[in-house]
């Protein structure tokens, strides 16, 4: 079974950072791609970034490239998600996933997910 405890979300005003953090459980990890979504109250949720077992490709929505960064840290279970510059439309809750057999950016190729984090970034 995977576990999947994500930390770091909060408060942040529009231009600041936050570092969020996925902290897993199993086997799956080293032999997965990892992701970060997000979902927003009234809408679907969205990839946000994604990266692969050994970490050497990584994939970022449209909407966050060059502000965030994912990476992981394969000895410690855990994944790392970089947000810079945030913006008031980046407010979200944010989900670790794993499982999925490549990086991309469908929910239905990650079977594990964690519980997720709250991002709020006020104008």
């Known amino acids: 079974q995977v576990q999947l405890v994500e930390a770091g979300g909060g408060l942040v005003q529009a231009g600041g950072s936050l570092r969020l953090s996925c902290a897993a459980s199993?086997?799956?990890?080293?032999?997965?791609?990892m992701g970060w979504f997000r979902q927003a109250p009234g809408k679907e949720r969205e990839f946000v970034a994604a990266i692969s077992q050994s970490g050497g490709v990584t994939r970022y929505a449209d909407s966050v490239k060059g502000r965030f960064t994912i990476s992981r840290d394969n000895a410690k279970n855990t994944v790392y998600l970089q947000m810079n510059s945030l913006k008031p439309e980046d407010t979200a809750e944010y989900y670790c996933a794993a499982g999925a057999k490549q990086t991309g950016g469908d929910p239905a190729m990650y079977d594990y997910w964690g519980q997720g984090t709250q991002v709020t970034v006020s104008s």
């Open positions: 199993g086997r799956t990890f080293f032999s997965n791609a």
